[in-house]
T-cell receptor
Framework: GNSVTQMEGPVTLSEEAFLTINCTYT??????LFWYVQYPGEGLQLLLK?????DKGSNKGFEATYRKETTSFHLEKGSVQVSDSAVYFC???????????????FGQGTILTVHP | SQTIHQWPATLVQPVGSPLSLECTVE??????LYWYRQAAGRGLQLLFY??????ISSEVPQNLSASRPQDRQFILSSKKLLLSDSGFYLC????????????FGSGTRLTVV
Protein backbone atom coordinates (compact mmCIF):
# COMPACT_ATOMS: atom_id res chain seq x y z
CA GLY A 1 0.00 0.00 0.00
CA ASN A 2 0.88 3.67 -0.09
CA SER A 3 2.98 5.21 2.64
CA VAL A 4 4.68 8.48 3.49
CA THR A 5 7.72 8.87 5.71
CA GLN A 6 8.76 12.24 7.13
CA MET A 7 11.87 13.17 9.01
CA GLU A 8 11.45 12.89 12.74
CA GLY A 9 11.02 16.07 14.67
CA PRO A 10 10.75 18.26 16.42
CA VAL A 11 12.79 20.72 14.41
CA THR A 12 13.94 23.86 16.21
CA LEU A 13 15.46 26.74 14.26
CA SER A 14 16.37 30.35 14.75
CA GLU A 15 14.60 33.00 12.71
CA GLU A 16 16.04 33.40 9.18
CA ALA A 17 17.57 29.92 9.21
CA PHE A 18 17.22 27.54 6.25
CA LEU A 19 14.59 24.83 6.59
CA THR A 20 14.46 21.36 5.09
CA ILE A 21 11.90 18.74 6.07
CA ASN A 22 12.49 15.46 4.29
CA CYS A 23 9.64 13.42 2.89
CA THR A 24 9.78 10.15 0.96
CA TYR A 25 6.95 8.03 -0.29
CA THR A 26 6.01 4.65 -1.65
CA UNK A 27 3.09 4.36 -3.99
CA UNK A 28 1.76 2.42 -6.93
CA UNK A 29 1.22 4.46 -10.04
CA UNK A 30 1.72 8.22 -10.12
CA UNK A 31 0.41 9.96 -7.02
CA UNK A 32 -0.10 13.63 -6.40
CA LEU A 33 1.99 15.00 -3.54
CA PHE A 34 1.09 17.62 -0.96
CA TRP A 35 2.40 19.54 2.00
CA TYR A 36 -0.12 20.60 4.62
CA VAL A 37 0.45 22.89 7.57
CA GLN A 38 -1.36 22.84 10.90
CA TYR A 39 -1.05 25.86 13.15
CA PRO A 40 -1.70 25.36 16.89
CA GLY A 41 -5.33 24.53 17.60
CA GLU A 42 -6.39 24.67 13.96
CA GLY A 43 -7.24 22.33 11.13
CA LEU A 44 -5.01 21.58 8.16
CA GLN A 45 -4.28 24.03 5.39
CA LEU A 46 -2.86 23.11 2.03
CA LEU A 47 0.59 24.66 1.73
CA LEU A 48 1.60 23.44 -1.71
CA LYS A 49 1.19 20.55 -4.09
CA UNK A 50 2.68 18.86 -7.16
CA UNK A 51 0.81 16.55 -9.45
CA UNK A 52 3.54 15.07 -11.67
CA UNK A 53 7.23 14.34 -11.72
CA UNK A 54 9.57 17.37 -11.69
CA ASP A 55 6.74 19.73 -10.77
CA LYS A 56 7.70 22.30 -8.16
CA GLY A 57 5.05 23.46 -5.74
CA SER A 58 5.58 26.78 -3.99
CA ASN A 59 3.73 29.04 -1.59
CA LYS A 60 4.64 31.59 1.11
CA GLY A 61 8.35 31.08 0.44
CA PHE A 62 8.13 27.30 0.80
CA GLU A 63 9.07 25.01 -2.07
CA ALA A 64 9.02 21.29 -2.80
CA THR A 65 9.92 19.39 -5.96
CA TYR A 66 8.32 16.09 -6.99
CA ARG A 67 11.29 13.75 -7.51
CA LYS A 68 10.11 10.48 -8.97
CA GLU A 69 13.61 8.97 -9.23
CA THR A 70 14.18 9.34 -5.50
CA THR A 71 10.47 9.15 -4.52
CA SER A 72 10.88 12.32 -2.51
CA PHE A 73 9.09 15.62 -1.93
CA HIS A 74 11.29 17.55 0.50
CA LEU A 75 9.99 20.85 1.87
CA GLU A 76 12.38 23.82 1.91
CA LYS A 77 12.34 27.47 2.89
CA GLY A 78 15.27 29.80 2.64
CA SER A 79 14.52 31.96 5.68
CA VAL A 80 12.01 30.87 8.30
CA GLN A 81 9.99 33.19 10.52
CA VAL A 82 8.53 32.74 13.98
CA SER A 83 5.10 32.62 12.34
CA ASP A 84 6.14 29.46 10.47
CA SER A 85 6.03 27.50 13.73
CA ALA A 86 3.52 24.72 13.11
CA VAL A 87 3.19 21.03 12.30
CA TYR A 88 3.94 20.11 8.69
CA PHE A 89 2.46 17.05 7.02
CA CYS A 90 3.59 15.46 3.80
CA UNK A 91 0.87 13.53 2.01
CA UNK A 92 0.10 11.69 -1.19
CA UNK A 93 -3.07 10.93 -3.04
CA UNK A 94 -3.78 8.39 -5.70
CA UNK A 95 -4.90 9.75 -9.02
CA UNK A 96 -8.46 9.49 -10.28
CA UNK A 97 -9.59 6.38 -12.05
CA UNK A 98 -9.75 2.68 -11.39
CA UNK A 99 -10.81 1.76 -7.90
CA UNK A 100 -9.07 4.74 -6.36
CA UNK A 101 -11.22 7.07 -4.33
CA UNK A 102 -8.48 9.58 -3.78
CA UNK A 103 -7.62 8.71 -0.23
CA UNK A 104 -5.00 11.01 1.22
CA UNK A 105 -2.18 9.20 3.02
CA PHE A 106 -0.27 11.34 5.52
CA GLY A 107 3.16 11.21 7.00
CA GLN A 108 3.42 11.40 10.76
CA GLY A 109 3.98 15.15 10.81
CA THR A 110 7.00 17.23 11.76
CA ILE A 111 6.78 19.87 14.47
CA LEU A 112 8.68 23.04 13.58
CA THR A 113 9.49 25.65 16.21
CA VAL A 114 11.18 28.88 15.17
CA HIS A 115 12.76 31.09 17.84
CA PRO A 116 13.34 34.84 17.48
CA SER B 1 -16.43 29.34 -3.77
CA GLN B 2 -16.43 26.15 -1.79
CA THR B 3 -16.51 26.12 1.99
CA ILE B 4 -16.57 23.39 4.58
CA HIS B 5 -18.14 23.70 8.00
CA GLN B 6 -17.48 21.44 10.93
CA TRP B 7 -18.98 21.61 14.40
CA PRO B 8 -18.72 21.73 17.29
CA ALA B 9 -15.19 23.05 17.69
CA THR B 10 -14.69 21.42 21.08
CA LEU B 11 -16.59 18.76 22.94
CA VAL B 12 -16.19 17.09 26.32
CA GLN B 13 -18.24 13.94 26.73
CA PRO B 14 -18.41 11.25 29.42
CA VAL B 15 -17.52 7.65 28.67
CA GLY B 16 -20.54 5.75 27.41
CA SER B 17 -22.33 8.78 26.02
CA PRO B 18 -23.32 9.11 22.33
CA LEU B 19 -21.53 11.29 19.79
CA SER B 20 -22.58 13.18 16.70
CA LEU B 21 -20.18 15.39 14.76
CA GLU B 22 -21.41 17.12 11.65
CA CYS B 23 -19.67 18.35 8.54
CA THR B 24 -21.24 20.18 5.62
CA VAL B 25 -19.79 21.41 2.35
CA GLU B 26 -21.06 24.32 0.29
CA UNK B 27 -20.42 25.37 -3.27
CA UNK B 28 -19.79 21.98 -4.84
CA UNK B 29 -21.72 18.89 -5.88
CA UNK B 30 -20.99 15.21 -5.39
CA UNK B 31 -17.78 15.71 -3.40
CA UNK B 32 -15.77 12.91 -1.89
CA LEU B 33 -15.95 13.31 1.89
CA TYR B 34 -13.54 12.10 4.55
CA TRP B 35 -13.26 11.82 8.33
CA TYR B 36 -9.77 11.80 9.81
CA ARG B 37 -8.66 11.51 13.42
CA GLN B 38 -5.50 12.94 14.89
CA ALA B 39 -4.64 11.40 18.25
CA ALA B 40 -2.42 13.42 20.57
CA GLY B 41 1.16 13.54 19.32
CA ARG B 42 0.42 11.39 16.30
CA GLY B 43 -0.34 11.75 12.62
CA LEU B 44 -3.66 11.67 10.84
CA GLN B 45 -5.57 8.47 10.40
CA LEU B 46 -8.33 8.09 7.82
CA LEU B 47 -11.47 6.76 9.50
CA PHE B 48 -14.17 6.89 6.82
CA TYR B 49 -14.66 8.10 3.30
CA UNK B 50 -17.70 8.52 1.10
CA UNK B 51 -18.07 8.92 -2.64
CA UNK B 52 -21.83 9.46 -2.62
CA UNK B 53 -25.02 9.57 -0.59
CA UNK B 54 -25.32 6.48 1.58
CA UNK B 55 -21.92 5.16 0.45
CA ILE B 56 -19.54 4.78 3.37
CA SER B 57 -16.22 2.95 3.49
CA SER B 58 -14.45 2.28 6.75
CA GLU B 59 -10.68 2.21 6.91
CA VAL B 60 -10.20 0.87 10.42
CA PRO B 61 -12.38 -1.17 12.78
CA GLN B 62 -13.53 1.00 15.61
CA ASN B 63 -16.23 2.27 17.87
CA LEU B 64 -17.37 4.92 15.41
CA SER B 65 -19.69 5.02 12.42
CA ALA B 66 -20.35 7.49 9.64
CA SER B 67 -23.34 8.44 7.55
CA ARG B 68 -24.00 10.62 4.54
CA PRO B 69 -27.71 11.44 4.48
CA GLN B 70 -27.31 14.24 1.92
CA ASP B 71 -24.83 14.94 -0.85
CA ARG B 72 -22.92 17.58 1.13
CA GLN B 73 -23.44 16.33 4.68
CA PHE B 74 -21.19 13.87 6.49
CA ILE B 75 -21.84 12.77 10.07
CA LEU B 76 -19.55 10.92 12.47
CA SER B 77 -21.31 9.06 15.27
CA SER B 78 -20.88 6.75 18.18
CA LYS B 79 -23.45 5.04 20.39
CA LYS B 80 -21.09 4.77 23.36
CA LEU B 81 -17.86 6.71 23.58
CA LEU B 82 -14.64 5.19 24.88
CA LEU B 83 -11.72 7.01 26.43
CA SER B 84 -9.66 6.03 23.39
CA ASP B 85 -12.02 8.01 21.15
CA SER B 86 -10.48 11.25 22.39
CA GLY B 87 -8.69 13.18 19.68
CA PHE B 88 -8.91 15.85 17.04
CA TYR B 89 -11.41 14.99 14.30
CA LEU B 90 -11.10 16.53 10.89
CA CYS B 91 -13.58 16.46 8.05
CA UNK B 92 -12.34 17.01 4.50
CA UNK B 93 -13.71 17.12 0.99
CA UNK B 94 -12.19 16.65 -2.44
CA UNK B 95 -13.56 16.79 -5.98
CA UNK B 96 -14.91 13.50 -7.28
CA UNK B 97 -12.48 13.48 -10.20
CA UNK B 98 -9.30 15.22 -11.19
CA UNK B 99 -6.21 16.21 -9.20
CA UNK B 100 -6.96 15.36 -5.65
CA UNK B 101 -6.88 18.60 -3.76
CA UNK B 102 -8.36 18.34 -0.31
CA UNK B 103 -9.94 21.02 1.83
CA PHE B 104 -10.15 20.44 5.55
CA GLY B 105 -12.59 21.74 8.11
CA SER B 106 -11.36 23.48 11.24
CA GLY B 107 -11.66 20.33 13.32
CA THR B 108 -13.42 19.15 16.48
CA ARG B 109 -11.40 18.49 19.60
CA LEU B 110 -13.13 15.67 21.47
CA THR B 111 -12.21 14.81 25.03
CA VAL B 112 -13.83 11.75 26.55
CA VAL B 113 -13.75 11.81 30.34
Amino acid sequence: GNSVTQMEGPVTLSEEAFLTINCTYTATGYPSLFWYVQYPGEGLQLLLKATKADDKGSNKGFEATYRKETTSFHLEKGSVQVSDSAVYFCALSERAGGTSYGKLTFGQGTILTVHP
Amino acid sequence: SQTIHQWPATLVQPVGSPLSLECTVEGTSNPNLYWYRQAAGRGLQLLFYSVGIGQISSEVPQNLSASRPQDRQFILSSKKLLLSDSGFYLCAWAPGVGPRGYTFGSGTRLTVV
